[in-house]
């Protein structure tokens, strides 16, 4: 296990150069092949171009789709690229879940210590990469509130700006809350609920996406989302929103 922290703590560092060579450029992934090209790369991976969040521009997507071939092949600079490219989103869903950066920090670095540890078990099966990480994010949280080994805690750090497209004017209440009355209101909605307002709203995930990670159909996701919306307004005093 030792070794594989390692070789995780590698992979992101190799990440990071590439990223601080490419100095403004632009470029966050390197180029590289994109599979299926190549005769001998295996066999065809059917939906593999699903890895690419359909928020995605198709080149980027592309290079995400051959970055985990070959990271599933044992490439530690493209795992380190990985890394970069879905870093900072599971971290913000760890964060909004947990409401503590230490342990939303913590729990990012477990979360791709796993994955780097099942990486060559991954098989697309119609599933989004970034998706299955977010899975293997879920799945530590409630690990560790099964566990009885931490609190959900009330801080007023940075917050993501909140995306407050929808179909029902209700999301408004959303990007009129106050950083500490959002975690605290969350914190008191039922599970699902909250974890569905996290994903669509703090996070931007489609509602496919996230019916994808929270094993529900989309039409499940849209009345967990509507009930959501309207029990968060229910717990706001109007005095506490800006």
């Known amino acids: 296990m030792d070794d594989d922290r390692i070789l995780l703590a590698n992979a992101t560092t190799v990440g990071a150069r590439r990223k ?28 593999a171009e699903l890895a690419a ?15 985990v071939e070959l990271a599933r092949n044992g490439d530690k600079d493209a795992f380190g690229q990985l890394y970069d490219h879905y870093q900072p989103s599971v ?6 879940r947990v409401g503590s950066m230490t342990l939303a920090e913590d729990l990012t670095a477990e979360t ?7 990486m060559h078990s991954f098989r697309w099966q119609g599933k989004d990469f970034g998706a299955w990480l977010m899975t293997i994010a879920r ?8 566990a009885g080994r931490t609190r959900l805690e009330q801080t007023t750090e ?3 700006t909140l995306d407050t497209t929808s179909e029902s004017p209700e999301i408004e209440v959303l990007a009129s809350l106050t950083n500490e009355a959002l975690l605290r209101a969350l914190g008191e ?4 609920q909250r974890e569905c307002l996290i994903m669509r ?17 989309s039409g499940a996701v849209k009345q967990l989302q509507l009930r959501g919306v309207r029990n968060l307004a229910k717990l706001i005093p109007a005095g506490e929103r800006e």
């Not at 490419?22 to 295996?42: E, F, I």
């Not at 791709?112 to 540890?117: D, E, T």
Request: proline share 6%; no cysteine; charged share 25%.
């Open 158 to 160: 940075d917050m993501q």
């Open 91 to 96: 971290y913000r869903f760890l964060y909004y």
């Open 139 to 146: 799945n530590l949280t409630a690990d560790h509130f099964k």
């Open 20 to 47: 601080h060579a490419a100095n403004g450029s632009g470029a966050n992934l390197a180029p590289v092949p994109s599979p299926g090209k190549d005769a001998d790369r295996g066999p065809d991976h059917g939906d």
């Open 201 to 217: 709203f703090l996070q931007g995930l489609s509602i496919a996406e996230t019916a994808e990670i929270l094993g529900r159909s």
């Open 53 to 67: 969040s359909s928020a995605e521009d198709e080149a980027v997507g592309t290079r995400l789709i051959a970055l």
């Open 189 to 192: 909605l039922p599970t699902e």
């Open 112 to 118: 791709f210590f796993r994955a780097l540890r099942s």
